[in-house]
T-cell receptor
């Protein structure tokens, strides 16, 4: 089934450890995004990429990095995890025209991360 | 930066009652999208509004985009238990790549 795959589904991590959340899509979408979802705060954009080879910072980028080596993959890395990064992380993708995305976002199932 | 406010944060309704959630942006939007997230699930796209004053319907759901393209609403007629979930609006400014989400309205339907 076409869509977005995230891994891991759930992870408990000690503070200070490095963690990479994986995201792969098979829809050949140009644009990809990482959001975090926290109770009462909705979905906040961490980083985005409008095409392979380019990335941009969203609303809450500090403590996170991304790469976009190819169209399908968009991993999110926490270099040194802190408890405030405990959250549910959603990867998403969309079609785009030029620099501006015009289509709907397709979300993965999410990765629940707990940092102790 | 751009802010998207959504109210109410929570809404409890009796099955069969109507429900409305409102979304307001601090800036003019090029388009607005609505998503539904079931408990434990991921957001799923419902609709996109692009034109000033646009109204779209999906069965019992009615979506409106304000004339100034700064506000939007989602109205559900005669709620059912299957409508339970959190509804998010998400707006995009003209010339911007980012989609800014409201904090969502969590709908509970009492059978």
């Amino acid at each position: 089934i076409a869509g977005i795959t995230q891994a891991p589904t759930s992870q408990i991590l000690a503070a200070g450890r490095r963690m990479t959340l994986r995201c792969t899509q098979d829809m050949r979408h140009n644009a990809m995004y990482w959001y975090r979802q926290d109770l009462g705060l909705g979905l906040r954009l961490i980083h985005y990429s409008n095409t392979a080879g380019t990335t941009g910072k969203g609303e809450v980028p500090d403590g996170y990095s991304v790469s976009r080596a190819n169209t399908d993959d968009f991993p999110l890395t926490l270099a040194s995890a802190v408890p405030s990064q405990t959250s549910v992380y959603f990867c998403a993708s969309s079609e785009s025209e030029g620099r501006i995305g015009t289509g709907e976002l397709f979300f993965g199932e999410g990765s629940r991360l707990t940092v102790l | 930066g751009q802010q998207v406010m959504q109210i109410p944060q929570y809404q409890h309704v009796q099955e069969g009652e109507d429900f409305t959630t409102y979304c307001n942006s601090s800036t003019t939007l090029s388009n607005i999208q609505w998503y539904k997230q079931r408990p434990g699930g991921h957001p799923v796209f419902l609709i996109q509004l692009v034109k000033s004053g646009e109204v779209k319907k999906q069965k019992r759901l009615t979506f409106q985009f304000g004339e100034a393209k700064k506000n939007s609403s989602l109205h559900i007629t005669a709620t059912q238990t299957t409508d339970v979930g959190t509804y998010f609006c998400a707006g995009r400014r003209a010339g911007s790549y980012q989609l800014t989400f409201g904090k969502g309205t969590k709908l509970s339907v009492i059978p």
